[in-house]
C-alpha cells in the first residue's frame, strides 16, 4: 500500500520519512518530486574500447558540476549518472523511484533499472539518465526529473541497508565491487559484533 499526502506529512512530522529539504509543493496525491543536482558523471568513451562487467572492465568517468542557471546536454542514445539535490530516505518505508511521464513522453529515462530504495537507505539518489529521442534534451539543476512514493512494508526487514548496502554512504561512486563490499560488510558485521561484546 503506498502512502497519500497526508500520510507522507504525517511520517515526516513522526520521523518516520526524512526529506531534506522538504517543500509542500512538491507534494503529489500520492508522490514526491525530487529535483536533479548539479553533478553529472560521465564516461570517456575516448579510452575505453568496451565494458566487461564480469571481468571487471569499466570505463574510466570523469565528473562535471554544472553551475546555477546553466545546462547539461544529454545527446541521443547517451547515459549518464546524475544526482538530486534531495537527501531522503526512511527505515519504516519502501521508497520507490519513478520518472514523470511529462519528461517520459520527450525519451529521458531516470533509471534502467534501480528504482527502489530499501528501508536503512538515506541518500541523495543517483540517476541513470538516458536519452531515447533523437534529439538532445536539455536538462537543468533545480528541474522536477522524478518523483518518490513510499509504500509500507510487511514487517521489519531482518538485515539493515546500513550494513548489507553496497552503496550505503557511495552513493555517488561509479561502481563498487561485490568483493570490496563483501569485505567492507564483513568488516562492519565484525565491529558491531565487537561493540555488542563490550556493552555486555
Known sequence: MYLVDRDIKKALEKGDIVIHSFDEDRLQPAS????????????????????DPV??????????????????????????????IDYFGSDKY???????????????????????????????????????????????PGMRIGQILFSELSDVPQKDYKVTGRYHDRDWQHFVDPKEEETRRTGAVKMSHKSSSRKK
Open 32 to 51: 514526491y518530486d525530487i529535483l536533479l543536482g548539479h553533478k553529472f558523471i560521465i564516461s570517456n568513451t575516448e579510452s575505453t574500447t568496451a565494458i
Open 55 to 84: 571481468m571487471k572492465i569499466f570505463p574510466e568517468t570523469k565528473e562535471i558540476i554544472i553551475p546555477e542557471g546553466g545546462r547539461f546536454v544529454l545527446h541521443p542514445g547517451v547515459s549518464v549518472l546524475g544526482t538530486s
Open 94 to 140: 519502501l521508497v520507490h523511484l519513478s520518472g514523470k511521464s511529462s519528461l517520459a513522453r520527450l525519451g529521458l529515462i531516470i533509471h534502467n533499472t534501480a528504482g527502489i530504495i530499501n528501508p536503512g537507505h538515506f541518500l541523495n539518489i543517483t540517476f541513470e539518465l538516458a536519452n531515447l529521442n533523437h534529439i538532445p534534451i536539455i536538462l537543468r
